[in-house]
């Protein structure tokens, strides 16, 4: 069963979040993420729900879904999950959970509300630095939402959520510049001023992911700062 709050107010709109175990990627290619869409409009025909918006990234996925009974999205998703994990344990020889724990659902209750978790979901990729704007993200079905943001339903990232982001800058960073941090001090701290201006992300935690010395990283972002 998903985690849905114990005061949970009845809604037919539910944002569903599913993670890699221990936050790993359990996307490695297009045809993995292209698998999951797939079978997420597979299972449709045999679960009275819709799919309102998506954004599948490297190791988590966002939907929003709406259905007029949660015990259907229970079983959506469990027969999603279920159906990628055994996929990707077959392709990689591996055996084993692929997601972390049960998949996250948090029910939808207006309309300032949807339209911020609609934004939301697409706008993951961009958070991630993975491209500039929503709609050039390939993985999702994006569509403009024109609407000013209500600041009462606006989504504040959680710390894995933060974590997610820290791992995929810090992963498309290295992979776009193909370098060696340790010998390239130029590009070391245009990373660590990144991570620490843009996405607040505090320098501890920072030195932690690159493996380096915290002090390090202190004067490394004072100097360049």
């Known amino acids: 069963m998903p985690r849905i709050p114990r005061n949970f107010i009845p809604t037919s709109y539910f944002h569903v979040m599913s993670q890699g175990i221990n936050k790993n990627f359990i996307f490695n290619t297009s045809s993995d993420i292209k698998f999951y869409i797939k079978s ?27 259905t007029s009974d949660v015990k259907e999205l229970s079983k959506y998703m469990q027969r999603l999950n279920t159906k990628y994990a055994k996929y990707y344990n077959n392709k990689y020889k591996r055996v084993g959970y692929v997601f972390k724990d049960r998949y996250k659902a948090e029910g939808i209750y207006n309309i300032s509300h949807l339209n911020n978790c609609i934004k939301y979901i697409y706008n993951n990729p961009v958070k991630a630095g993975i491209c500039k704007t929503a709609k050039e993200y390939p993985y999702s079905n994006y569509k403009e939402i024109n609407v000013d943001i209500d600041e009462n339903y606006f989504f504040i990232d959680t710390d894995e959520d933060v974590e997610i982001i820290r791992k995929n800058v810090i992963h498309n960073f290295l992979l776009k510049n193909n370098i060696n941090l340790y010998n390239n001090q130029s590009k070391l701290s245009e990373l660590v001023v990144l991570l620490k201006e843009k996405y607040n992300i505090p320098l501890r935690k920072i030195a932690r992911e690159l493996n380096m010395n915290r002090e390090k990283i202190r004067k490394i972002y004072e100097k360049y700062h």
Do not use: G, S
């Open 40 to 66: 997420m409009y597979q299972l449709l025909k045999e679960h009275p729900i819709k799919i309102i918006a998506y954004c599948i990234m490297n190791n988590h996925t966002h939907l929003l879904i709406k």
